[in-house]
């Protein structure tokens, strides 16, 4: 019961509680994969998924941007011009699909099941579907140079009649 002896005393907290800090704040976790995962195995099991792990990065196997007639994950059935409906479940998409006619992501297609026009079906060993896209492109040009020579004129109308306007003030 003697405090006096106790005030020479040093306790050393610190360091030991900063190394169970670092131990438990385990923010990443660097996993190596013992087995190589194939692309399959990794579509099938992407159903089921733990809540609590979140894959941040994953190895080979990314899926890149691709015209539809291209997908690796859904089949594609080529047809020379069917526009009607889609053609077996050339409907379905990936989040890399790409509109061969409109040369933007699938999913932003408005005509994609549409009616007379699907372009779901279309595919580059078509002629048909070849001629739709370059008359879609061209058609595209077309549009910009009339945009641009209307506005021409309309510059030209402006000036003309801003000129017409300055010479016709009457003078105070
Ligand atoms: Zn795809
Ligand atoms: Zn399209």
Redesign the pocket.
């Known amino acids: 019961m003697c405090t006096a002896g106790n005030s020479d005393e040093i306790i050393i907290l610190s360091d030991d509680e900063e190394e169970e800090d670092k131990e438990n704040d385990l923010s990443c976790l660097i996993v190596e994969l013992l087995t190589p995962v194939c692309v399959s195995d990794r579509v099938s099991s992407s159903s089921i998924q733990d809540e609590d792990v979140v894959v941040m990065f994953s190895r080979g196997a990314d899926v890149l941007p691709h015209a539809r007639h291209d997908c690796p994950v859904h089949p594609f059935v080529a047809t020379e011009k069917e526009t009607g409906a889609p053609v077996a479940k050339n409907q379905l998409i990936c989040d890399q699909c790409f509109?061969?006619?409109?040369d933007?992501l699938?999913s932003l297609?408005?005509?994609?099941c549409h009616s007379g026009v699907c372009?779901c079906n279309?595919h580059l060993r078509s002629n048909f579907w070849n001629n739709v896209r370059y008359v879609h492109l061209v058609g595209d040009l077309a549009a910009f140079n009339l945009a641009l020579s209307e506005i021409d004129s309309h510059l030209r109308r402006a000036g003309t009649e801003f000129s017409w306007l300055l010479h016709s003030t009457p003078s105070k």
Request: net charge positive; glycine share 0%; charged share 10%.
């Open positions: 509109c061969y006619i409109c933007k699938a297609c408005v005509v994609w372009h279309s």
